[in-house]
Every structure is written in structure tokens, then in C-alpha cells.
């Protein structure tokens, strides 16, 4: 059996929005096989960092295997990436009926906030959140930068146009 053929048939990939962000892998995981640790109960979310790591995960997704595991490659993947501020991104669904993410770039100085659950962050340094709508992750981001308070500096970049992607 392939996870590309049951557990990863529907996936769909979220292109990177800035050059300093990662892209997502957005798994919609079927009903049998979904559960409350799955953002909204359904999808699973990999983080990918380059081009030759959306080609091994590919591969692996489409490698013959004798049972059903889960599509976790690159989730313990130290990232390559560095980060000098908490960066957030937000990710549009490259097509109707697929979630909106919220996605975190943690700076190395802040991982430790997390030692106490080493499966906090993806990679060691994202955390993400899945949305029905836009609203919702505009809101959930206002109430995480409401937590700096005076601390938070927000800036707004714009992202790349054009940027959408399909698996």
C-alpha cells in the first residue's frame, strides 16, 4: 500500500507566501482514519523547507510500504530556517473547501518556552493552527499579538502574488 493512495489521496500544497517562510503540505486525512489531534479534527500539516524536501516527501508518501503509518517525515526535521522575531504567516487555500493556516515561526530563544512537550513544535520551531475562514484566523492572530502587549512590533508584509499550489 502508498499513503498517497488512502491516508495522503487528498492533500493539497500550500505554496511559501515569502521567501523567508516555509511551505505547507495540507493532508486531509479520511474520516476512518481522523481525530481530535488533527487541526479541525481532519488535517495534518507538514512543514516543508525546500523544494528537495517536497520531492522526498512525495517520494515517501508514494513508497510501497506493508501497512498504514503515519505521513510524519519531516515533523521532527530540525529546521534549517532561522528566525529573529516570532514571525507569523498566513496561508489562503489554493482552492475552495480547504483551510485556511495560521502558521508560527518560533526564534531559537523562544523554543524553550516548549521543552515541556517535545511534540509542541513541528520541526522545533513552527506551530500551526487550521481555519474554516479568514475571519477566524485574523481574530485568533489579534489575540496572539494581544498576549506582547506593549512588547509586539507588527509589521505587515505583503506576500508573493500568484502563490498557490496543488500537490
Known amino acids: 500500500m ?7 489521496a487528498q492533500r493539497r500544497f500550500y505554496a511559501m507566501p515569502l521567501i523567508t517562510a516555509p511551505s505547507v503540505m495540507v493532508i486531509d486525512i479520511p474520516q476512518n482514519l ?4 488533527l487541526a479541525l479534527g481532519r488535517y495534518y500539516i507538514v512543514i516543508v523547507e525546500a523544494n528537495e524536501e517536497l520531492a522526498e516527501f ?6 510501497d510500504r506493508v501497512a498504514m503509518r503515519p505521513p510524519d517525515l ?7 530556517r532561522e528566525a529573529g522575531a516570532i514571525g507569523f504567516f498566513e496561508f489562503a487555500p489554493p482552492e475552495p473547501g480547504w483551510p485556511w493556516i ?3 515561526h518560533w526564534p531559537r530563544n523562544f523554543t524553550g518556552l516548549f521543552d515541556t512537550d517535545p511534540s509542541a513544535l513541528a520541526r522545533g520551531a513552527y506551530s500551526m493552527e487550521a481555519f474554516q475562514d479568514r475571519d477566524a484566523l485574523q481574530s485568533m492572530l489579534k489575540a496572539h499579538i ?3 502587549g506593549d512588547l509586539a512590533s507588527v509589521r505587515t508584509v505583503p506576500s508573493l502574488s500568484g502563490v498557490v499550489g496543488r500537490a
Open 74 to 80: 519531516l515533523d521532527r526535521r530540525p529546521s534549517r
Open 58 to 63: 512525495e517520494a515517501f508518501l508514494a513508497a
Open 34 to 37: 481522523a481525530g481530535a489531534g
Open 146 to 148: 494581544a498576549v506582547f
Open 102 to 104: 495560521l502558521l508560527c
Open 2 to 8: 502508498r499513503l498517497s493512495d488512502e491516508l495522503a
